[in-house]
Every structure is written in C-alpha cells, then in structure tokens.
C-alpha cells in the first residue's frame, strides 16, 4: 500500500503499524508527535494503529525557532503561502 | 525578593527573560547561548521530522532539555486559527501532555504583524482546551486586555515588527497595556540591544521574549550575557522608581560651607 508521510509518498507493506512505520524511518525512541490524517495518535497507540492505504502521515519535532522562524517544514501550511526553501539548520549537521 | 520572580500559569520563574531557540548557527551556540541568557523558559518551533535524512542527528531538546528548561511550543509560521490551534495540540502531544503555548497567528509576510481577529479566535479554542496560552499581539491595549479576559496566561505585545530590532517603538502604548494588565505582560519581538530590553522593563513590563537580537548578534554569547543584565537591571530600575524629570539643572553638592 501507499501512505503520504511528511508529504512525501511511501511504500508500505500492508497492515503496518505506526510503530512499524516509526521503526523503518528509525525515529525509534525520538521525541516526536504523530498525526493520521489530521487526528494526533497518542504515543500509546503506535504500536496499535495500523495504516491505511492512502493515509496521511506528519511526524514532527521540535527545532530551533524564535518567532515567525519559516524555516523547516510547515506541516500546518497546506496553503503554500510560504514556501519551505530554506532548510534549518538542523539539516546540516 | 517575590518581586523579582515572574510567575506564569501557576509557575514561578527567577529569569524574567525568555529566549527562542532559532537562528543560531549550530546547536552548540544554542546551548552556549541559552545558558548565558539565563533563561529558564526556551521557546521552540514544531516542524516535520526530515525523512531519511541523518537519522543520528541531534536533537534541540538534547541541548535544551525540557527537565531542566520549560520548554514553550510556539505556532511560528501559522497564518491561520486552525494551523495554528492544529500545532498547539501536535507539541502537546510531543511533550507529554504540556500546556503551556505560544500563540502567534501571523496575518502578513512583510510585517509579521499578527491577525487579531485570528489570534483570537485560536486563543478561544486553545484556553476552552485546557492550554495556558502565551499570546503574541499588537500593542493595542484593548486587544491586550480582550486577550485577558479570554483566560490566557501571559499577554505578550510586540515592541517593533518580530527580527527588526527597531526596539520600543510605542513606549506608552506598552505602559498603558502594563498598568490595565492582571496577567504578566511581556514584550515579544523588535528589542535589538541590551538598552531595549532595560526600556522595555523600566516601563513595567514583566519579561521579555527574544531570539533575533541575541542570534544575530556579531557574538551572540556575549550579547545573551548582556540581555540577562539589561533585564535585571531594567527590572531593578522599575521597582526601585526614576527621579522626577527636571528640565534644568539641580546641584548634588551642598551650596552651604563653600568657602570660595
């Protein structure tokens, strides 16, 4: 099956879990958020959930950021207002 | 000294400056110059995880550790209610049921000038949501205080437009914002250098939230280290209350005993 995660489209065997989709981003044991869909799936579900095809996966993190700071993905900006070219500086290291 | 300790949603901080945690060229400058602000809270933004890219990376709060700073989610970025309610809820999730946000719905590119009538409306829906709101606004008192009595935490005017460092461009608006205020009142956005900040406090402001004025300094350590004394001095100015302007000149020494 196919999920979009973090806008971009992923082959994912079917019936996966969220955990499992976790795992093979090796995001295992990082402090982040997941939303399906637009509905946050607490942290006590991943290893429950499981996927569906054409589902819409956002798995975000914390980065530096002041006020108004563009930089990084914008999950929240469907509406292509601001475009995210200027990558943060977490993307060097 | 209880009034030097700044309380927000219950909580109560020593530092009355807080800091973002953008623009610094690595995270070992963030974590350099977090530590020489002082601050105790340390604002933070949520975006996407980078997919399939340096998996080992390190991570913000690996430098900025939420059990030893508060950490504040903020909504940079969001032009709208929804995105921005929709990111308050995501850092929830990501800290562990944390409450305490900031609110900032930007309406304009150019300014970074926020949408009221937005931030009103997502700040409705996020206190309604159990979330202690920080909010960023405009310096119009009667938004200020519209802002209060919606129930959020902390009202938190610009000085100038957000990475400007134009510093305190309307002084009296912020006084009178400070003096109708029952909630903490810090300055968010425009202050450029250490005076700023000490202006921004001399007139009665609570904290201050910057990140510009100390990451795009030419060194920002010595500059977070220069923020920490501006606000302390500046606060210790307000309580201990300016002398009288006078428009001529009033002799310190004594005219008495002179004996030329």
């Given amino acids: 099956m196919k999920i979009i995660l973090n806008g971009n489209a992923l082959d994912l065997a079917d019936n996966s879990t969220l955990l499992k989709l976790i795992e093979s981003q090796d995001l295992t044991g990082k402090r982040l958020a997941v939303e399906v869909n637009l509905e946050i799936i607490p942290k006590t579900e991943h290893a429950s959930y499981i996927l569906k095809n054409d589902d819409k996966v956002e798995i975000v993190h914390a980065i530096g950021g002041g006020s108004a700071n563009n930089s990084g993905s914008n999950f929240a900006l469907n509406s292509g207002i601001i475009s995210p070219s200027v990558n943060n500086h977490l993307d060097k290291s | ?260």
């Fill in chain 2, 1 to 260: 000294m209880s009034d030097n300790l700044l309380t927000i949603a219950g909580k109560t901080y020593n530092s009355r400056l807080l800091v973002g945690s953008g623009k610094y060229v690595d995270l070992a400058e963030t974590k350099a110059c977090t530590e020489a602000s002082g601050a105790e809270i340390i604002t933070v933004a949520i975006r996407r995880t980078n997919i399939g890219q340096n998996p080992g990376e390190p991570n913000l709060l690996d430098v900025v550790p939420p059990d030893k700073y508060t950490i504040l989610p903020n909504t940079a970025g969001c032009y709208t209610a929804e995105d921005a309610i929709r990111t308050c809820r995501m850092a929830r999730e990501l800290l562990d049921g944390h409450k305490l946000v900031k609110l900032e719905v930007l309406g304009d590119e150019k300014t970074l000038f926020p949408d009221i009538t937005a931030t009103l409306k997502a700040a409705e829906v996020l206190v309604k949501d159990g979330f202690d709101v920080m909010v960023y606004t405009s310096d119009d008192p009667l938004i200020a205080k519209r802002l209060e009595e919606i129930g959020c935490a902390a009202v938190m005017p610009l000085a100038a437009p957000i990475g400007s460092g134009l510093g305190i461009r309307n002084p009296y608006n912020i006084l009178t914002i400070v003096e109708n205020a029952n909630v903490p009142i810090l300055v968010d956005a425009g202050v450029g250098t250490a005076s700023d900040a000490a202006i921004a406090m001399e007139l009665g402001c609570d904290g201050i939230l910057m990140n510009t004025a100390i990451a795009a300094a030419k060194n920002p350590l010595l500059m977070a280290s220069a923020m920490k004394h501006a606000v302390i001095a500046g606060r210790e100015a307000f309580l201990a209350g300016r002398m009288p302007r006078k428009r001529f000149a009033s002799a310190s020494s004594p005219i008495d005993g002179t004996f030329f």
